[in-house]
């Protein structure tokens, strides 16, 4: 198995429980980040997995660190000082109304790591994978200019990069953020995107994505809300080959679901181990998109499964294709 890296924000997830956040006095709380949600689900596939972030020098600092023990992730690497932990409450959404998020992240630890916290040769030593998502690249200044160095010393050192767009309006607008996930994605060998996403940051066609940037696989992934308890997914997963593009297309699917946070990060984790491990293209996707639904039936931002229960649910799947 693979040593993965990743970077980004953990964040402790305040679920109201009585519906809105506006009328609840009760909230559930656990952990939660993308990267660290990716790199938890990995874990459980067998690899080595470290991540790098910034908490805070208190008990919530400590809680997380264990919340990622739990997943035997490394956290040598994390920074920790000063008392501020970002934070997002959550409300669940009925038929006629959605979801919401509320962000209080502005001024956390994470927002002010910068390119001086850290010594790059130590971080990347025997790394093979390094994951990040555009959510890093949105929080602060300094973040941002971490980021890129982290992607740009990975390529320099022939670590394989995985990026995921997962733009988030709330975070910054479009035009702020197209230059630099465009440049994100410059870096990626494995781009993990939306239809809307290529639409809308890249403004080119899948197959030109191969002619325009250096990535060796471009994962799309699409998700429709049917109705508060059911969605459907559809992807198209291409990779470049000697022999030209290969692509499979998993098609529009319904699936039931009881928690809509964490989805797209156990589907990174899941397609990003299938990759590494060298799968085809159509059975990689077919364990990403079980995964993905598994994720939606488990409570909390963290995926923990078997490989052999991934796979089982991934096999139906590929019989009802």
Known sequence: MKKILAFGEIMMRLHASS????DSTVFDACYGGTEANVLACMSGLGHSCKYLTGLPDTELGQAVVRHLHRFNIDTSDVLTRGDVLGMYFVEDGTASRGSNVLYLRKYSEFTRLSEKDFDFDKIFKDVELFHVSGISFALSDSSRA???RLCKEARLR????SFDFNYRVKLWSVE???KHLVEAASYADILLASTLDLDTFLQM???EVFDRLPCKYLILRDRKVLSATEHSVQVKALAKTANGLENYVFKQTPFPVSEKIGGGDAFDGCMLHALLAGYDLRKATLFGVAGFMLK???A???FTAS???IHKLANLLGEQQ
């Open 176 to 178: 702020e953020a197209r």
């Open 205 to 207: 066609s899948d197959s």
């Open 307 to 309: 490989e052999r229960e």
């Open 300 to 302: 909390g931002d963290t």
């Open 19 to 22: 519906g809105r956040i506006c």
């Open 158 to 161: 022939g670590v394989k990069v």
């Open 296 to 298: 939606h039936r488990q």
């Open 146 to 148: 971490l980021a890129h």
